[in-house]
């Protein structure tokens, strides 16, 4: 992997880190392809099973890189968009550790994240406007189905930043930890994630996102293709049969 994201593997979790703190982890093309890379590679392994991503420094990512962005390199890879992650996220559960900033594009990386742990000193938002900008990458399409209409509005419009004790009061942010410890939230968090079946997980996070637009009489046709490879697979055996013997589960992702 790039030296602008680093990778490593905690168990059946992988952390990869944004990995440029003298930039505030701005996102340039080295980081997008670094991540397009890291996920693709990562969601082949079987023994993954969950990913968190975080930003090296203190501060999780202030953004795209305008310096970058005026020289032409763009932080976007084709099929995975901005920042490799936002246009097409991974299957496997991804939890954000947000430290600092998480502002304008590393915003909407933390909202195609499936969870977000966050310092109570981190602040976010989504300051484009401010800058002649839109918030492009999903921040303005995934913000209003997370929190209530007007909140959103809020947030996109004014360009403001706002604490993570704000956020966690609108149900954004799902934990907010002490200052230096988001990291350790979101380990924690994604190891107990990523202790059951793995693809029980991937068919779980598949249905959550695709059912949104889903019509209502169709909802469980659509889900069944989705789900009921996993009630035959041998994961589904092992569970049960780990249950019954009283034991921890040994899972293959099979």
Same mark, same amino acid.
């Given at each position: 992997?790039?030296?602008?994201?680093?990778?490593?593997?905690?168990?059946?979790?992988?952390?990869?880190?944004?990995?440029?703190?003298?930039?505030?982890?701005?996102?340039?093309?080295?980081?997008?392809?670094?991540?397009?890379?890291?996920?693709?590679?990562?969601?082949?392994?079987?023994?993954?099973?969950?990913?968190?991503?975080?930003?090296?420094?203190?501060?999780?990512?202030?953004?795209?890189?305008?310096?970058?962005?005026?020289?032409?390199?763009?932080?976007?890879?084709?099929?995975?968009?901005?920042?490799?992650?936002?246009?097409?996220?991974?299957?496997?559960?991804?939890?954000?550790?947000?430290?600092?900033?998480?502002?304008?594009?590393?915003? @909407?990386? &933390? /909202?195609?994240? =499936?969870?977000?742990? +966050? !310092?109570?000193?981190?602040?976010? %938002? #989504?300051?484009?406007?401010?800058?002649?900008?839109?918030?492009?990458?999903?921040?303005?399409?995934?913000?209003?189905?997370?929190?209530?209409?007007?909140?959103?509005? @809020?947030? &996109? /419009?004014?360009? =403001?930043?706002?604490? +993570? !004790?704000?956020?966690?009061?609108? %149900? #954004?942010?799902?934990?907010?930890?002490?200052?230096?410890?988001?990291?350790?939230?979101?380990?924690?968090?994604?190891?107990?994630?990523?202790?059951?079946?793995?693809?029980?997980? &991937?068919?779980?996070?598949?249905?959550?996102?695709? !059912?949104?637009?889903?019509?209502?009489?169709?909802?469980?046709?659509?889900?069944?293709?989705?789900?009921?490879?996993?009630?035959?697979?041998?994961?589904?055996?092992?569970?049960?049969?780990?249950?019954?013997?009283?034991? &921890?589960?040994?899972?293959?992702?099979?």
């Amino acid at each position: 992997m790039s030296d602008e994201v680093l990778v490593e593997e905690s168990g059946n979790v992988a952390i990869l880190t944004i990995n440029r703190p003298k930039a505030r982890n701005a996102v340039n093309g080295a980081v997008a392809r670094g991540i397009a890379d890291a996920l693709d590679e990562l969601d082949a392994r079987p023994e993954i099973s969950a990913y968190v991503l975080t930003g090296a420094g203190g501060t999780f990512c202030a953004g795209m890189d305008l310096k970058g962005f005026l020289s032409g390199d763009f932080p976007v890879v084709e099929g995975r968009g901005f920042g490799g992650l936002t246009e097409s996220p991974p299957k496997k559960p991804l939890v954000a550790a947000v430290e600092g900033y998480a502002l304008a594009g590393g915003f @909407e990386m &933390a /909202l195609a994240c =499936d969870v977000i742990v +966050a !310092s109570s000193a981190a602040t976010f %938002g #989504l300051p484009e406007p401010k800058r002649g900008l839109v918030a492009g990458a999903g921040g303005i399409m995934r913000l209003p189905r997370r929190i209530p209409y007007h909140v959103a509005m @809020e947030i &996109a /419009l004014t360009g =403001d930043h706002y604490p +993570a !004790s704000r956020l966690y009061e609108l %149900g #954004l942010v799902n934990r907010v930890t002490e200052p230096g410890a988001a990291l350790e939230g979101a380990l924690e968090l994604a190891g107990r994630i990523a202790g059951n079946a793995p693809l029980a997980l &991937a068919a779980t996070k598949q249905v959550i996102i695709e !059912s949104q637009d889903w019509p209502r009489e169709e909802m469980f046709k659509k889900q069944g293709p989705i789900i009921n490879p996993v009630f035959g697979s041998k994961d589904a055996m092992e569970g049960a049969a780990a249950f019954a013997e009283k034991r &921890a589960p040994r899972w293959k992702g099979e």
